[in-house]
């Protein structure tokens, strides 16, 4: 059995995405109004689906070294589109953090120099991950960018998570567990593959 008896390949899981978040930022927005409330719960929805599209680009390739079966070939196959569909969650994410202002406004926001760099690397990963600015990037360049900003992204939202643990452990704790979980899984497939090397 072969990774195409999935029916979500490359573009299309993007496109499931868009229409998934979308979708749900609608209902959010039907049911509350525009309001500050309103833009709190999308923010808060939207960080979480970009955790978990996160995540699973980020582990995509180790979970493919440790099992090799038709589920983890069709994660590694369409490790790109969850990257970009993660940018897809967090383009809602960014909106509904303006909206935030907006609603709840006279102050400007407050310019964060962390989360603007991450918005950066985000816009410049999700551009090279198309074949042509790749190819122009060079292969080596193109994966420190994308090694840094997986690790850059893997650190901030644990440390983002972590800092919210105090308010409900309950809720938090989960996503903590998942970001160490998925680094576990990257240590444990890079020692296995060097081990294969050696072996070789």
């Known amino acids: 059995m072969t990774g ?23 209902i959010i927005l039907a049911v509350h109004g525009i309001d500050e409330e309103s833009m709190r719960m999308i923010i808060r929805a939207t960080g ?6 996160f995540i699973t680009a980020f582990i995509a390739s180790s979970v493919r070294k440790l099992w090799s079966n038709s589920f983890t070939g069709w ?10 569909s993660m940018a ?28 603007s760099f991450g918005y950066v690397l985000l816009l410049a990963m999700t551009i090279t991950s ?14 420190i960018l994308h090694k840094t900003g997986m690790h ?3 650190l901030g939202l ?21 970001l160490l979980l998925a680094m576990v ?13 050696g072996v070789g």
């Not at 195409?4 to 609608?26: N, Y």
């Open 48 to 53: 979480r689906t970009s955790l978990i599209l």
């Open 130 to 143: 198309f074949e042509r600015p790749a190819a122009l990037l060079g292969k080596r360049n193109w994966q």
């Open 158 to 178: 644990l440390l983002e998570y972590a800092f919210k643990v105090h308010k409900s452990i309950f809720i938090y704790s989960p996503f903590i567990f998942l």
């Open 185 to 197: 899984l990257r240590l444990m497939a890079g020692r296995t593959q060097k081990k294969t090397e």
């Open 88 to 115: 897809v969650s967090h383009t809602y994410h960014a909106f509904a953090i303006y909206g935030l202002w907006v609603v709840t406004s006279g102050a400007a926001p407050k310019f964060e120099p962390i989360s």
């Open 4 to 26: 195409t008896k999935f029916p979500l390949q490359k573009w299309s899981i993007v496109g499931f995405t868009a229409l998934l978040v979308g979708g749900m930022v609608g």
């Open 152 to 154: 850059f992204f893997w």
């Open 75 to 84: 994660l590694l196959k369409n490790r790109r589109y969850f990257g970009v």
